[in-house]
């Protein structure tokens, strides 16, 4: 395999990383779903404690609940099966952190108090692979109608707990339809963004792929089965990796192991 790291200037001619959080909105999605059986996620390392806010006139946070099936999407959008609020809120949904709730990768509008079913959350950064990901209930603690999450404050919009105590978040799978397709000829790059793999799919062997790393955290693009790996690779930071090998490969990265991907190196 040919590796060959690239000079900062040609880094910078990649273009600039992409915020990895952005406001979500709602959309309409067409997807299909499988209805499972979903368990109760543990929640994010960053999530405050549940706790009942000192000011009495302070919206209520318990009991919440929401229920949510795994399902095909085109990965701009998912669709929350049902939510339970004691107060007006939202849902955030939750990137897979490695089993467990990530960083925000989406958040509903403003929901009413008591049963909304069906809401469709529109994704900042749609989803390029199959993912789990974990869908949460956040209450508008400072009642602005405006999702705003930024612990430890409590006056932000915390999240909403279950009549025993847990904070009120599920995951299931998402089944990403329609998201293999080779890239444009001549675009051959794989970006790295949102700890996710995307970009030219299909290549012929000998073709010279440039991978850049728009994430914050380094990252590796290594073969499943060991045929090749390309590094670390820092944040920010682009490399050249050539490809010289005809098969069909899936890769990972090995800091981490939930980020996947796959290339077709034909003959």
Known sequence: ??????????????????????????????????????TP?????DEPAAETPA?????ATQPSSISFDAQDSDGTTVVIASIDLPAPGFIAVHGDGGGSP????????????????NVVVALDQPLTADATVFPMVHIDMNS??????AP?????????????????????AVTVTGGDSAAPAGDNTISIEGFAFSGVSEIAAGTTVTITNNDGASHTLSADDGSFD?????????????????GE????????????GKIVVTG
């Open 230 to 246: 390309a590094g670390t690779i820092g944040p920010g930071e682009s490399i050249e990796f050539t490809f010289t090998t005809a």
């Open 144 to 149: 602005n109608g405006v999702y705003e999450f």
């Open 41 to 45: 996620a543990p929640a994010p390392a």
């Open 102 to 117: 990530g960083p925000v990768i989406g958040n509903s509008e403003l929901l009413p108090a008591g049963t909304s079913t």
């Open 152 to 172: 430890p404050d409590v006056t932000t919009d915390g999240p909403g707990v279950t009549a025993a105590g847990d904070v009120a978040v599920v995951g299931a």
């Open 1 to 38: 395999m040919i590796i060959k790291r690239l000079p900062l200037r040609t880094v910078a001619a990649l273009g600039a990383a992409t915020a990895l959080t952005l406001a979500g909105c709602g959309g309409d999605d067409d997807s299909d779903q499988s209805a499972v059986t979903t």
């Open 55 to 59: 000011d009495d006139n302070a919206p």
């Open 249 to 260: 490969f899936t890769y990972h990265c090995n800091i981490h192991p939930s980020m996947t």
